[in-house]
């Protein structure tokens, strides 16, 4: 029933829907078909924690919204995701490298949700991280070949990276409303993840080839619902027919 | 000859043909025809209903779409690979694609408008492919037949389920039943040009026959699937867009009226409403795609190098 | 209060929107700061035209409809324009051609309407006229250029010529509905039109030294409501917000 | 120097300096780097607003927002233009902005997110503009004067125009109320430091204040423009997201809290939420745009060519 809660779970639940909805973009427009199965299947995941997130966030709630009140029914401003999941796809390599900077967050992020008191976060965490453990590898393999690739592919590359690195800060900001429940044992210190992320970017970007670059001034807002001009565009199309039909069942 | 005969005598006996197996070139090249022609469907397919994907009105169908499409990837990819054991490249396939040379489903020239078509496609469309699909699970080709008990199983759920879309528009508001009309108004005809021309025009029947690569006729294969559609559509309270359709009491089949087979012929030739923009989209998709499939050639190359000199170092 | 005038004048009005919608898509993506303005002009000329159309189509039907209501309220199914109108803007060379190609066949088609029996189209189409006369100039000027100035924008034009021809056709398409609105003077004769659209399309088409494509089969539909595949994703976005507040002032 | 006092005689006399006079080079670098910044400031300005013109909730409103987008590129002509007397191309200018090399209102790296950014940029932007704009009006620069008229006219037209699209959003539903708030809690800072950094801080002023080309000091005129701006955010029944705002009944003036000038200086910087969007946008505008230009060269020199052809036969 608690406030907080509600809105740490729908925050999960946006991250996951946003960056999922970005990946199944990329329907019959990926650049092999083993990668077009690979990107969806990773949307699909992601998509799937979005529902359940959702649905125990309606339940925490209990006012009856349902996953679908939830995702199709939310204006832009009362989204909570993050930043760099909501940004336009971009070429392959951006892609890519999103998803290497954000599951190799969302890994070790999972894994500690999986030590909430909250049985149901728990739950979920155990099953996201499986998945995430599989969106980074890939993600990962990914940027190494891309990387360590051909000119083309290093220059779009370093592109795309100096790109995403001003949305990565965004990533360990506590809300504050989600401290206390840090503390109480149901969510997880994000900033205390910083160092393994760091460990981990900096394993597959020496495998890359690649630079890490420079931090600088870090982008935010989304989880005050502060977006990027993109968000707004992005949900006009994905709630478009639910919104066009009020009440109707599909 | 002699080969012709024993290869004969073994497609009769119901025995499976083998990649590594002696079999007649017309054989090969009416194979590699078939099921390229088969997995460039699944792949343009992929487009008509990805249009709907980002604006799925539920997460779940949202969820269940891209599932489709996805399956649809794969069907691609077990059917091109059963192509390849017949000796030819997948690059070598997908150029034909692109370039035009090749052909895939007429129905995925006809554009998706609104979201019952989604529903409409896993019905019909995969509902008639099925009926094609089925007997080419006995195909005498062993892989092809392999890879088609994959695919059946999987478009018997995609049907399914798109009939079970069909169902909750039907009944839901009285704008969503509208929308299932429309999508059955513009899918039926198409659906029934997917058996191909009628059997007195066939051109390729009687020499697959024989090689039981096909086992019924296009009007029989027709005729069952309209037989088993009619009564679903009438179920959802439709109204199929066929004035003569009607219920043949002595043959216990259903009668359709005549199917325009000019429009049929056009779309085949290329002036279908979608057409140039399936091409289009795939070839977009091919070359955007380009330096990332060279960057993993030469990644994989670079490794390859450096593996290598790693063991000519430890052999010193 | 009859439904073939409220038809028709909705078909007016959805042509006049769609394209003026496209067109505004240009809006700080043009070549030319002067192009940007020329393309806006355009635009609104266009939005304009639609405005007063919804207007008179809502006051024919008599059902209290306003624009909007008609405009953002409707169903892709229900939107009667030229699938020409509704194509994506593509590079400016497919712009140009377009707005040529259409341009040719609405200046003598507003022209006609000039002499309606109803007075309201009448007036509506002496305006236009005006208007269009201007939009053919220019797009003609543009696509002289284009055609007569390198080889890139030679290239450009004709794939632009070529993909645009087969949307040409359902101009001259008379719905059923309107021949009898013709016949009373009150709509004009698509058909009758075809033979000086196609001269002044040679006119322009010699002087940018481009080749006439050959007339194959015509795509159409949009007339009957069936569309490409753009309108829906267009109309997701235009009426995203509108639809979002149902019964909301603005 | 004599041309040197000559010439502030001329701006002391309240006369206008036009294109061909004498003028010092540092009076000419200001102007142009002062104009060229305006004008890219309305070039850029349109993107934010341009956001939106695909989704304004009416036909009215959609013909409005196109119509003053287009104002806007409008005022870029005429400023462009005004740069241009004093020896700058215009394709010089639109490099120096899109290299990064040229600055431009910093407002504009900010997001429009919701409707409501539209009629808050009308109000508050374009109210904060007029005041700056104003007293250039009556600019030493001739040129810059005339085009600052033209300016004003139509910027206090639009303020107008999106004081009432504010006013309709306070008087609609509770969401349209929300979002009118939402935008004026985002807008209101970042309008106040359009004015620039405070007057204990700011660099070019005294100059620039004795050339007459800048009348009055930043901090007078933000003074006036939360003057002015204060009462109609109350009419509108809107909160100010500044706890410290308070009138002040000695000086009749509204006193505001703190500006946040480390946010502005990291904002001109170039790390704004939208810096790298906008002329990452502008310069794929220009990139895109660029083989119309060469055509449109292409094609007028052709034609030069064949007159001059025409001529030399005229002439034989």
Known sequence: MSTPLFAYTLRLADDALVLGHRLSEWTSRAPTLEEEMALANIALDL???????????????????????????????????????????????????????????????????????????????????????????????????????????????????????????????????????????????????????????????????????????????????????????????????????????? | SVLEARFQARIDAEEKIEPNDWMPAAYRRTLVRQISQHAHSEIIGMQPEGNWITRAPSLRRKAALLAKVQDEGGHGMYLYAAAETLGVSREELVEQLVSGKAKYSSIFNYPTLNWADIGAIGWLVDGAAIMNQIPLCRCSYGPYARAMIRVCKEESFHQRQGYELMLTLCRGTPEQKA??????????????????????????????????????????????????????????????????????????HWQHGEIDWSEFARVVAGDGPCNRQRLAAKRKAEADGAWVREAALAHADKRRQRQAAAWRVAAE
């Open chain 1, 47 to 250: 998509i799937g924690q979005a529902r359940v997130l959702y649905s125990y966030a309606g339940e925490v709630e209990g006012r009856g919204r349902s996953e679908d009140d939830l995702a199709y029914f939310r204006d832009e401003a009362a989204f909570g995701n993050l930043l760099v999941n909501e940004l336009p796809n971009g070429d392959f390599a951006f892609t890519v490298v999103r998803q290497a900077l954000v599951s190799a967050f969302m890994l070790p992020y999972w894994t500690a949700l999986t030590a909430s008191r909250d049985a149901t976060l728990a739950a979920i965490a155990a099953k996201a991280e499986k998945e995430v453990s599989y969106h980074l590898r890939h993600a990962a393999e990914w940027l190494v070949r891309l990387g360590d690739g051909t000119d083309e592919s290093r220059r779009r590359s370093i592109a795309a990276l100096d790109e995403l690195w001003p949305w990565t800060g965004e990533m360990f900001e506590m809300p504050d409303d989600e401290r206390a429940l840090a503390e109480a044992g149901i969510a997880v210190d994000r900033a205390a993840l910083k160092a393994e992320w760091s460990r981990t970017v900096d394993t597959i970007l020496e495998e890359a080839t690649l630079d890490r670059p420079r931090d600088g001034w870090m982008q935010t807002g989304g989880r005050r619902g502060v977006h990027t001009e993109h968000l707004g565009s992005m949900l006009a199309v994905m709630q478009s027919l639910a919104r066009a039909h009020p009440g109707a069942t599909w």
């Open chain 2, 179 to 252: 929308m299932a009309q429309d999508a059955l108004n513009r899918w039926w005809w198409p659906s029934l040009m997917m058996f191909g021309p009628s059997d007195t025009e066939s051109v390729h029947s009687g020499q697959t026959m024989a090689w039981k690569i096909k086992r019924f006729s296009n009007d029989e294969l027709r005729q069952k699937f309209i037989d088993a559609t009619v009564p679903q559509g009438h179920f959802l309270g439709l109204t199929f867009p066929d004035p003569d359709l009607a219920f043949d009491e002595a043959t216990g």
